[in-house]
């Protein structure tokens, strides 16, 4: 086994010292077992529990474990791109703190990445995705809503589910698409897919295995601030920022 790392996996959190600590012996868990090296990168956007604490705690058990700790926040979009520019794997996904997508599935990855993808995208849309339990009416309803609006103002009509928190991509990718962004808070998903099309990367949406969290409610205020970070990216487009 080479000495270079083969894997990253990027975990932004806020304030999540009751749910990151199990997420990250899940992820070491699978990991150790694999045939790579690997690396864990969690960054911590201005929590204000205990989650720095957990996460150094854990350093001694998970010896490929790195912490970023940001006293203040940024926002997710800014923390996830921090974390990607950090890593050093010749792959590089991004997951949530909730482990809502298990890192098993980047076994679905693999072989995408060597048909020459550059950026894949989990998707809880696409046909053979499965969501336990499957979504609510009131937050389906929701979703779909904003799926369209991103599609109107991003141009993403050809992505099912750009907003889903498991991504991989290649070390080019990544250190080509991320300094490009400019979206700290809502709506960086669809500003990091809107960026690996203008750079012509190849782009592949799988699916996978969600564990739907039935108390997480979006709020019309989250909804607000994502409607006017699409307008930011639409202008970005516009005023080829992303050029």
């Not at 474990?65 to 926040?73: A, G, M, P, R, W």
């Not at 990445?113 to 998707?123: A, E, R, T």
């Not at 998903?189 to 969290?213: G, Q, R």
């Amino acid at each position: 086994m080479s000495n270079n790392i083969y894997l990253s996996v990027v975990i932004p959190a806020y304030n999540e010292e009751k749910r990151l600590p199990k997420t990250l012996k899940d992820v070491d868990s699978y990991l150790s077992k694999q045939n790579y090296n690997y690396e864990i990168i969690v960054v911590s956007d201005g929590s204000k529990d205990k989650t720095g604490d957990n996460v150094r705690g854990l350093m001694s058990q998970i010896k490929n474990l790195k912490f970023i700790d940001n006293k203040e926040n940024h926002g997710k979009g800014f923390v996830t791109r921090q974390g990607m520019l950090e890593a050093k794997g010749s792959f590089r996904v991004f997951m949530d703190a909730d482990n809502s997508t298990n890192i098993d599935q980047v076994e679905k990855m693999w072989p995408f990445f060597k048909q020459g993808y550059d950026v894949l995208v989990g998707s809880r849309s696409i046909k053979g995705a499965i969501l336990d339990p499957p979504q609510g009416f009131t937050r389906k309803l929701t979703g779909n809503a904003f799926r369209l609006l991103t599609d109107i103002f991003t141009g993403l009509w050809d992505i099912d589910d750009s907003q889903c928190g498991f991504k991989g991509f290649t070390a080019k990718a990544s250190e080509t698409i991320f300094p490009k962004c400019k979206i700290d808070r809502f709506s960086f998903d669809a500003e990091i897919l809107v960026i690996a099309k203008k750079l012509k990367y190849k782009i592949k949406e799988f699916p996978i295995t969600w564990k739907n969290d039935l108390e997480s409610k979006v709020q019309f205020k989250s909804m607000v601030k994502m409607g006017f970070d699409l307008v930011k990216i639409s202008i970005n487009i516009i005023t080829r920022k992303y050029d």
